[in-house]
């Protein structure tokens, strides 16, 4: 299973970047996706999920209003379209293969993490 994550940099605050998620090895169209990040000497931070067919997308407070979780079966692809972005979104943006619970809630999968993309958000 591989999951390869891309499309982060460096932006000036409010401005925009779009991240992308290639999955590979397993059946994505299967399975709920999440994003979670981690900023140098910060617990990892849930930002969005979504689930198998689209539905259910789950955004952490800190991004809610400002970020889009969305995917595409078809390429094996999910995105998070990052809006407004602001200085404390700096962070390493990181792909998760979970699941989806009876609840709603979405749990990630410890044993499915891609290596990440690096967000970098200037005053």
């Known amino acids: 299973l591989q999951l390869v994550e891309s499309g982060g940099g460096l932006v000036q605050s409010g401005g925009s970047l779009k991240l992308s998620c290639v999955g590979s090895?397993?059946?994505?169209?299967?399975?709920?996706m999440g994003w979670y990040r981690q900023a140098p000497g910060k617990d990892r931070e849930f930002v969005a999920a979504i689930d198998w067919n689209g539905d259910n997308p789950k955004y952490g407070d800190s991004v809610k209003g400002r970020f889009i979780i969305f995917r595409d079966n078809f390429k094996n692809t999910v995105f998070l379209q990052m809006n407004n972005l602001k200085p404390e979104d700096t962070a390493l943006y990181v792909c998760?293969?979970?699941?989806?619970?009876?609840?709603?809630?979405?749990?990630?999968?410890?044993?499915?993490w891609g290596h990440g993309t690096q967000v970098t958000v200037s005053a």
């Open positions: 090895g397993f059946t994505f169209s299967s399975y709920g």
């Open positions: 998760n293969r979970g699941s989806y619970g009876v609840s709603g809630r979405y749990y990630p999968n410890d044993a499915y």
